[in-house]
């Protein structure tokens, strides 16, 4: 097994990811941190932010599953060409996260329904 894989018996990789900070820590200058609220749950995140950036810091990949076959959506292209981030903010539906900057209070709901 390749190094840095899953232990035996260790957490799955869907525990790891759910786990760990996805935010870099060094040289980074950010906006003042707020709140938003996806699916119902409090997530922080940084005015300047994409609500792209807020889902991957919070280990959030799946926003939505497509027809037919209910494949997983999540971030694909990151710049607003792909529309497979597409997710219900404060009541607009289809909006793309990719390009959409949070705001305290916001309210995002995924399409994974």
Do not use: W
């Amino acid at each position: 097994m390749a190094a840095g894989g899953p232990t035996p018996g260790g957490p799955s990789t869907e525990e790891r990811v759910n786990t760990r900070s996805r935010r870099l820590t060094q040289n980074v200058e950010r906006g003042r941190a707020i709140q938003l609220r996806i699916d119902g749950q409090l997530v922080p995140a940084y005015e300047g932010e994409t609500i792209a950036a807020a889902l991957l810091a919070a280990g959030r990949r799946v926003l939505r599953h497509a027809e037919p076959k209910g494949d997983p959506r999540g971030i694909f292209c990151g710049i607003g060409i792909c529309f497979d981030c597409l997710v219900r903010v404060d009541g607009t539906r289809n909006v793309r996260a990719c390009l959409t900057p949070v705001h305290d209070g916001m309210q995002v709901t995924t399409l994974q329904q």
